[in-house]
């Protein structure tokens, strides 16, 4: 691990996308937001990511010069076609438009198909929240994941991301369906250390937290068990009916790389609609007393809200400096350099 | 367990309700409710309520005369005050009316704030795939959960509920954020045997399948471990702010009995809007397809989807009579012979 400041890997980042090929102002905002996510700490999300996004602009599954375009608009509910361009520009697009549509009718819906990879799920929630919004979206997935009573991957691991605006913070959870991702499994098998907790199953269909043996089954765990398979099969339909998209059966067949051909839907609603600012602060505030009041389970132990942890590692980020995997950054170093 | 007849179990729930001063379409419908959910196996919900609904009547904490009155509306959007009646009578209102609204705009948003317990929140998810829409509802609830990383209870475990019409039988999911009720590990703990998997923690602290120990620490397991505990806080404050209700915290100091002053959303979207029936059942379909073509676990074992198991549960008792405790069938007759 080293560590990078905000403004030298976005420069960096940037400039390995313009040498692919993205227009100025694509390349900005996409660099922009995998910087973003690798400074709160989810490098899987950010720069990690990096250089595969950069593969598939190469190989053609991504189109850095598509835009969503209006398939379908009925009052507060408007279908794109995000024509395979950048996953990133396409949600930021979506999630916008419904907090416009919201401004204008409360709730608004934008369904968004035939899109690519969205990259982290919460920076669209963080979006909606900035403007004043409730944030409510999710995406799905080609098959990753067993779905319950299976050990083979049928299921999406659809993230599912839920946001309240809040003036000292947001309020933002960005969960996939399945307990751990495999970067996650993958990372502790290397390490030769167990998943925190009972991530999959090993060989003998016992639930375990050996990384090694999850890593050689690919029986990684739904959250909650059933109840994260069963939420993801929800998530997909619902989101391929309302874009009138692929659903991830769909998906699995069209064979267009991570999340290629995914579909996603993003939903706005102003809470200032129907509440004074002074009731919304008032319910977040009250809720979050009783969340820090609650007993530790270990003496001096913190309960967290929901995206509370994102922005204390953002907070000590972009004052000591990104920390990021060497060998990822020398190679996008090399990408920016090409 | 001994089994009753839809119809006898019903008409014994009515007059049960008729005693307690329901009015006799109030008591038809919730006795209607009371004996589905039982039929579908969720005697939790159903049957096992009817006891503790009617104490609540008797000690005024359901107002049996009571309807939801308007309090907002705009456009899509409207917020309902259920002013402390039937939860049952309230959410089927509300759900209705989502309906209502969405085959006028393709989605809307009924909130229901100042409600009682709603018993089963799949009923309501059912109810809008019967009138073909795509139905996603959630209540919030009294603390009742520990939040990760807490071991008292802080948070409630909010329901969620997301249904989708099909033919051969609707999907329907209805989960709490917690992974098991009390009602299972009460009952596995009376039983002396252990949870399916691990469902809470110790007094060591240990993730543990030991209904009895469960039992004592009271720190039952968020679904998905820190992905429950989050989400749960998310359903909590969206249910109030779109409400303008109350949270988990202001619903704990009303102290009104279980549920009593919950806030609950109902969203309602119309897929025949942007979908022909083809493409929403070759969506489905497809999706099923898959699902059932995974590789079981166990040779002969099956994946069901979302709502599956119910459809097939309610199949068998209405053929073979609807299995009930007998202690809980005959505190149900004394109640209607009173």
């Known amino acids: 691990m080293i560590r990078i400041s905000f403004a030298e890997l976005k420069s960096t980042i940037k400039q390995a996308f313009l040498r692919a090929g993205m227009p100025e102002d694509r390349a900005e905002t996409c660099a922009q937001i995998h910087t973003e996510t690798t400074c709160d ?43 395979l361009g950048p996953g990133i ?6 999630m916008d438009r419904a907090t416009v549509l919201a401004a204008q009718h409360g709730l608004a819906m934008v369904a968004l198909r035939n899109t690519t990879h969205w990259m982290r799920g919460g920076t669209y929630g963080w979006l909606a929240a900035d403007k004043g919004f ?37 309020l933002v959870l960005d969960m996939a369906m399945s307990q751990f991702s495999y ?34 089954t690919r029986r990684i765990l739904p959250m909650g068990y059933w109840k994260g398979s069963g939420f993801a099969i929800m998530l997909d339909v619902i989101g391929a009916l309302v ?22 839907v993003f939903i706005a609603i102003d809470p200032e609609k129907m509440n004074t600012r002074e009731f919304i ?15 530790p389970v270990k003496e001096g132990g913190q309960m967290f809200y929901p995206g509370e942890q994102s922005l204390n590692t953002r907070k000590q980020n972009l004052q000591n400096g990104i920390p990021v995997d060497e060998p990822v950054w020398n190679k996008i170093k090399e990408l920016a350099a090409q």
């Open 89 to 94: 520009l396409n949600a930021l697009f979506a």
């Open 281 to 295: 602060e008032q319910t977040l505030e009250s809720t979050i007393a009783q969340l820090k009041a609650a007993v």
């Open 243 to 264: 874009s009138n998209g692929l659903a991830t059966a769909g998906i699995d067949k069209a064979n267009k790389g991570s999340a290629g051909s995914s579909s996603q």
């Open 183 to 216: 970067g996650k499994v993958w990372s502790c098998r290397d390490k030769n250390i167990k998943l925190p907790f009972p991530g999959g199953f090993d060989h003998e269909g016992n639930l375990t937290d050996d990384a090694a043996a999850i890593s050689e």
């Open 134 to 170: 409730i944030g409510i979206c999710w995406t799905n997935t080609e098959s990753c994941m067993p779905p319950w009573g299976s050990r083979s991957e049928a299921v999406g691991n659809n993230p599912f991301v839920m946001a309240v605006p809040r003036k000292e913070g947001h």
């Open 41 to 83: 700490g989810v490098n899987s999300h950010g720069i990690n990511r990096v250089e595969r996004f950069i593969e598939y602009i190469h190989s053609g599954l991504v189109d850095v010069h598509a835009s969503p375009k209006l398939a379908f608009a009925l009052g507060a509910m408007e279908i794109y076609d995000g024509q």
